[in-house]
């Protein structure tokens, strides 16, 4: 069974620092990883999908890199800004046909 | 173009009510999948809908919860006889097929509280 894993379970940054969020998961064998974002109340906004033949992917400050050798995958935020602020979550496609996720990064940038 | 929709956003039930969640997927869209999320579990696969075959149902609770989709489109999550730990948040997902190369987007949930 796929097991998720996500550190810190929260973290507090001023603005315009760099921070990376961690994911390790147990079962190398997967078929993607995605990045989500959830502002309270809400549900969840795709950041990144990486396919498993992939090392990285990009999207503005953000960028994510896939180890899967290493069952690991980290989310780098350039410049981080109040808005960045939210529950940050991975989550592992073992299947086609489910995503296993983390207990999530709560982020809170100051400003 | 228009997200996944679900109705109710929130619903407050009694104890040993039935009821029904709604998710409207992306236009298009052929797998959808529901998803629970609560204080204790996180977030939890449910069940899984792919065109006109037959449903993944392996993360359902109990037999209590159901669900069908009617046309490949609009899906409906019934949970019978509701009891106080099904108190979550519903999540709907849909994606354009399935398979590594396609993301899942998530609807903004119903948040169900039974009493």
């Known amino acids: 069974k796929q097991e998720v894993t996500q550190i810190p379970a929260a973290l507090s940054v001023p603005e315009g620092e760099n921070l990376v969020l961690n994911c390790s998961f147990t079962d190398s064998a997967i078929y993607n990883l995605q990045w989500f974002r959830q502002d309270p109340g809400k549900g969840l906004t795709s950041l990144l999908l990486i396919q498993s033949s992939q090392r990285e992917q990009t999207s503005g400050r953000l960028n994510a890199s896939l180890d899967k050798s290493s069952g690991r995958s980290t989310l780098y935020i350039a410049a981080s800004q109040p808005g960045d602020s939210a529950t940050y979550l991975c989550a592992v496609g073992s299947s086609a046909r489910q995503l296993t996720f983390g207990s999530g990064t709560q982020l809170t940038v100051l400003p | ?115």
Do not use: M
């Open chain 2, 1 to 115: 173009g228009a997200g996944v929709s679900q109705s109710p956003s929130n619903k407050v039930t009694e104890k040993g009510k039935d009821v029904e969640l709604r998710c409207d997927p992306i236009s298009g869209h052929t797998a959808l999948y529901w998803y629970r999320q609560s204080l204790g579990q996180g977030l939890e696969f449910l069940i899984y809908f792919q065109g006109n075959s037959a449903p993944d149902k392996s993360g359902l609770p109990s037999d209590r919860f159901s669900a069908e989709r009617t046309g490949g489109s609009v899906s409906t999550l019934t949970i019978q006889r509701t009891q106080q730990e099904d108190s979550a948040v519903y999540l709907c997902a849909s994606s354009p097929r399935t398979g590594g190369a396609y993301e899942q987007y998530f609807g903004p949930g119903t948040r169900l509280t039974v009493t």
